[in-house]
């Protein structure tokens, strides 16, 4: 009997640009072909029922407006007003008018704080009807 001899074995090459080229493919694809989802549609908001039928909507006609400065000031209806004076005179607008409308606005350079502390004493005034301006 014969012995075959053993031919020395090589390591064969791998042609990776045909894998790169299908690994692309195959991502283009994927990428081309997704769906996003849309996050804001999936946000569950609660809105106000409407009014009853029998109920007159009535808009007011003068809104109150607030501006806050930078320099711990306020203006009431184009009145500059202290921060005592502002809290007495939206305490008495709560408890004659509770749906009056305030215009909180802001000036660029006044304080986020400020703000706050104005919506706080709208608050406690039982004044819900409120909007927030940036001033430019």
Same mark, same amino acid.
């Given at each position: 009997?014969? =012995? =075959?001899?053993?031919?020395? @074995? *090589? ?13 692309? *493919? @195959? +991502? ?11 996050? @804001?549609? *999936?946000? /569950? ?5 409407? $009014? $009853? $039928?029998?109920?007159?909507? #009535? ?9 806050? %400065? $930078? ?6 209806? /184009?009145?500059?007003?202290? =921060? ?5 005179? @939206? &305490?008495? +607008?709560?408890? &004659? /008018? ?8 802001? #000036?660029?350079?006044? #304080? ?7 919506? /706080? ?5 039982? %004044?819900?009807? %409120?909007?927030?301006?940036? %001033?430019?």
């Amino acid at each position: 009997m014969r =012995k =075959k001899r053993i031919a020395s @074995l *090589q390591a064969g090459e791998l042609n990776l640009t045909a894998m790169i080229d299908v690994a692309f *493919q @195959l +991502l283009s694809f994927f990428v081309m072909t997704m769906v996003p989802t849309d996050v @804001l549609a *999936q946000i /569950d908001v609660t809105r106000p029922s409407p $009014p $009853p $039928p029998g109920k007159i909507i #009535t808009s007011p006609l003068h809104p109150i407006s607030i501006t806050v %400065l $930078p320099n711990d000031s306020y203006v009431l209806n /184009d009145r500059s007003i202290s =921060k005592e004076n502002l809290n007495n005179a @939206l &305490t008495t +607008l709560g408890a &004659t /008018d509770p749906e009056a409308t305030i215009i909180v606005s802001c #000036t660029p350079k006044s #304080t986020h704080g400020k703000m706050v502390e104005v919506l /706080d004493i709208c608050a406690k005034a039982k %004044l819900t009807s %409120l909007s927030v301006v940036s %001033l430019e």
